[in-house]
């Protein structure tokens, strides 16, 4: 039972404060979503310098264009930025300002939270780059003790990286917390979960994982301040702390961080690809609970990293168990998505390019994931760069393709002007050659040479020279695409084609919404009778207005 | 990286069974997709169909992803209880040796390897074990984790201080083998490397007795010299 709503609602006080005020302190589910977002593709453009600086580094054997103790900074920057205050907070962001929209809600059901979750986002981010003021973290992607504890690494670079990312996490704990209580209790008449749109249940299922996995990595970090800062033993081998315990920890929330990003993009190619197939999601429901799954299974396939820990050989099959039990909700995802191409009338617009970019990706990545999920084969390729270039498909695939996919999308609705076709559909080329050039020739070095991860340079003579030469073009490729897309975005915000509320013909209430919405979302929402509300809607516009059309007609004649 | 010991057969056999399991997915979705598009475009004047796809073989595709799923974990299952096997040593391998495999303790520490042999001769960098004879490294850490990988001979294995992890193997051919450490460990991570020299267990011996005299010798002079004064 939802609550009575108010028919009219009284707006539009007159604004006495300059617009990025307004912006900057209001809790409105769209200005704080819409902050994310810019946000967060900020971050992937520093993402992309620190990509860029250590590919230039690895363009040539032996190379000394940066010294070992700035790429690990690099390194370490560029795994907190990429995951931390990217790929996680674009899919946030962009959550929190469609659930709302897409269950005919108003607002959302704890507007502060979600505020103070986007804050402690910024304020993590700031943290992390503060630490140039004094030193950046040296400890790597996932900073390992007991190479991150203070014996190793004394400076201050590694509690900003944990102070920033305890924030960061915090933030998006907040954030799931407001999409959870919203998704329970605002939506519209006639909402029933079966009917939600997969993008929404998408949100629902990040929001709870994220509140599976977010306190355990807020608790591994506390830990490890308190090794660095109030002499702990929490992860000191040796001295009754065990560093494999951070392993678990930080890979609990690594692995469930990596499902949360596929899941966000996968939600949003769902919403996508019927729209521009003009056929509905097929297996709807079986996607929903393929989504589920993936959260469950994935997360709880942690061990699936350690695989060459020293750990009993019954874990390691479980993880692997586990890891492959993932083919067949990804599987029937994927089956999905292309049947419901299938049989459809394809519109070859930038958001379905980019979602075929995300479908084709994902799916490379993840296929070459079910050799690092074989145990014996793990033993080989673990930390070698066929992991950097499996995961990197996986995820560049979800957060980048899938991301331009969602932006392109609903970049209308959000901002009421479309973005360049012809500049999407380059951007889209670049993306996808770049991609190609910069993780393929890794596949090779890793799985045929075993090449190995996190290095600051690599040796000639080895058989990977012409690789990493390869893959480092490719980056500044897979980059000028990116940039691309920035650059269309920050174009079309002020000279797109202005945009409809009803841009491409979508299924979810989001479109019945103006373009940007008003700060209310819905004049009048009618009961929600479908799993396709919109198309309802449109019919029946379309009924009444072929109805009314007789008796109306004569009436408009002009009198003679 | 032609393997040369029993385990890492298996290992090679597993990635190959594991590539063309991948490359069968990948073609397959990325098949299906490009075959969509080319037939499937609005502009080519196509009308969408209004037939859902049937029950059925949403049915059939989840049982042939789940039967695909389970031949792999069994195929893995099977692969890696092989490569886990640990091979007895040849009668031409090390004597001492025939019947318990040959423990070495390898100690990583930042960015070098120790390795400790059983008549306390010890060497760094350089690992010298017997052709033929299984070698059982206990892998430790004195400081950070690092993962000791020599891909010719075993799967890679980490080293964690607090912890002892194990690799067994058994050379087949004398020779020399390079080696990574494999897990990010800091400043000279990319460096930090090993070797494996394998020789006869004739020269083996030699090698071992040389190497404890050696060692015996220098730290029997060390003492010398504080027992006579000349060094505190």
Redesign the interface.
Not at chain 1, 341 to 348: K, T
Not at chain 1, 379 to 384: A, E, I, V
Not at chain 2, 154 to 158: C, L, Q, T
């Given at each position: 039972m939802s609550p009575p709503r108010p028919e009219v609602v009284v707006e539009g006080f007159p604004r006495r404060r300059p617009r990025w005020m307004e912006i900057a302190s209001s809790a409105g589910h769209k200005d704080v979503g819409r902050t994310m977002v810019v946000a967060a593709l900020g971050f992937l453009f520093i993402a992309l310098v620190e990509l860029l600086l250590m590919r230039l580094q690895l363009a040539v054997p032996e190379n000394t264009m940066l010294t070992?103790?700035t790429f690990?900074r690099m390194?370490s920057l560029y795994g907190a930025t990429a995951i931390f205050l990217f790929a996680i907070p674009l899919a946030l962001g962009l959550f929190y300002y469609l659930a709302p929209l897409q269950i005919g809600a108003r607002g959302t059901a704890l507007p502060r939270l979600g505020q103070i979750g986007l804050w402690l986002y910024i304020a993590g981010a700031t943290v992390l780059y503060a630490g140039f003021l004094f030193t950046p973290s040296?400890a790597?992607?996932n900073p390992?003790p007991?190479?991150s504890e203070l014996?190793?690494?004394p400076n201050n670079g590694v509690d900003a990286w944990a102070a920033a990312n305890g924030l960061v996490t915090l933030g998006f704990l907040l954030v799931a917390i407001d999409l959870v209580a919203t998704l329970r209790t605002l939506r519209a008449p006639g909402m029933a979960w079966r009917r939600l749109p997969v993008f929404t249940w998408a949100a629902a299922i990040c929001s709870w994982l994220l509140i599976a996995i977010g306190p355990v990595m807020l608790a591994a970090i506390t830990m490890l301040l308190i090794d660095r800062n109030f002499d702990g033993v929490f992860f000191a081998?040796?001295s009754g702390?065990?560093?494999?315990l951070w392993e678990h920890l930080s890979w609990i929330f690594y692995s469930g961080a990596y499902m949360l990003i596929l899941i966000a993009a996968l939600g949003a190619v769902a919403e996508i690809v019927p729209t521009f197939?003009?056929?509905?999601l097929?297996?709807r429901s079986?996607v929903i609970g393929s989504l589920v799954a993936i959260a469950a299974i994935g997360t709880l396939a942690w061990m699936q990293n350690m695989l060459?820990?020293?750990i009993g050989?019954g874990w390691?099959?479980y993880a692997?168990?586990l890891s492959?039990?993932l083919?067949?909700p990804f599987?029937?995802i994927?089956?999905?998505l292309?049947?419901t191409?299938?049989?459809?009338?394809?519109?070859?617009r930038a958001p379905l390019l980019f979602a075929?970019g995300a479908?084709?990706a994902i799916?490379?990545g993840?296929?070459?994931e079910?050799?690092h999920?074989?145990?014996?084969?793990a033993?080989?390729?673990?930390?070698?760069t066929d992991a950097t270039a499996a995961t990197h498909f996986a995820l560049v695939g979800g957060s980048v393709f899938g991301g331009f996919a969602a932006l392109h999308y609903w970049f209308p609705k959000m901002t009421g002007r479309t973005m360049g076709e012809t500049m999407a559909r380059m951007s889209f080329w670049t993306i996808a050659l770049g991609t190609l050039l910069a993780f393929v020739p890794l596949f090779v070095a890793g799985?045929?040479?075993?090449e190995?991860?996190?290095?600051?340079?690599?040796f000639g003579g080895t058989g990977v020279s012409g690789l990493n030469l390869i893959a480092s073009i490719g980056a500044f490729v897979l980059a000028a695409g990116i940039l691309l897309t920035l650059a269309n975005a920050i174009l079309s915000r002020t000279n797109g084609a202005r945009a409809g509320h009803d841009q491409w013909g979508g299924d979810s209430l989001e479109w019945l919404a103006l373009s940007p919405p008003e700060p209310h979302n819905f004049d009048l929402l009618p009961d929600v009778r479908s799993d396709r509300p919109m198309r309802d809607i449109r019919e029946a516009i379309a009924h009444s207005s072929s109805r009314r059309a007789e008796p109306v007609a004569p009436e408009s004649q002009p009198v003679a | 990286?032609a393997p040369h010991s029993p385990g890492?057969d298996?290992?090679d056999t597993?990635?190959w069974i594991?590539?063309f399991?991948?490359?069968i997915?990948?073609v397959a979705?990325?098949g299906?997709?490009v075959?969509?598009?080319r037939?499937?475009?609005?502009?080519r004047g196509?009308?969408?169909?209004a037939?859902?796809?049937p029950r059925r073989?949403?049915i059939r595709?989840?049982a042939l992803?789940?039967a695909?799923?389970v031949a792999?974990?069994v195929v893995?299952?099977v692969?890696?209880d092989r490569?886990?096997e640990i091979p007895a040593s040849r009668a031409s391998g090390l004597a001492s040796a025939s019947s318990e495999p040959l423990r070495i303790e390898a100690t990583g520490q930042?960015w070098l390897w120790r390795y400790d042999y059983p008549n306390t001769a010890f060497s760094y960098y350089r690992l010298v074990v017997p052709v033929d004879t299984t070698v059982e490294l206990d892998l430790v850490?004195t400081?950070?984790?690092h993962?000791w990988?020599v891909?010719a001979l075993?799967?890679?294995?980490?080293a964690?201080?607090?912890?002892?992890?194990h690799v067994v193997f058994r050379a087949d051919e004398e020779g020399v083998y390079e080696g990574?450490?494999?897990?990010?460990?800091?400043?000279?991570?990319?460096a930090m490397g090993t070797e494996v020299e394998v020789i006869s267990p004739r020269e083996y011996e030699a090698f071992v007795q040389l190497q404890k005299a050696e060692i015996q010798a220098a730290q029997d002079r060390v003492v010398g010299l504080i027992e006579s004064g000349e060094e505190p």
């Open positions: 070992p103790v690990n390194l040296e790597g992607v390992l007991p190479l014996a190793f690494l081998g040796g702390g065990a560093p494999l197939s003009r056929r509905p097929q297996g079986l060459t820990a020293p050989i390691m099959y692997m168990f492959l039990a083919i067949v599987g029937l994927f089956f999905n292309i049947s191409m299938l049989g459809g009338a394809l519109q070859m075929i479908i084709s799916s490379i993840l296929a070459a079910i050799e999920s074989m145990v014996a084969v033993w080989r390729l673990h930390n070698t799985g045929d040479h075993g190995i991860v996190d290095a600051y340079k690599f | 990286m890492t298996q290992i597993l990635l594991g590539f399991a991948a490359a997915l990948i979705v990325n299906a997709l075959y969509a598009l037939r499937y475009r609005a502009s196509t009308e969408a169909s037939a859902p796809t073989t949403q595709v989840g992803l789940t695909f799923a792999v974990f893995s299952l692969y890696t490569a886990r930042q850490s400081d950070v984790i993962t990988d891909p075993a799967g890679k294995r980490d964690v201080p607090g912890k002892t992890n990574r450490s494999a897990t990010f460990s800091g400043q000279a991570y990319a």
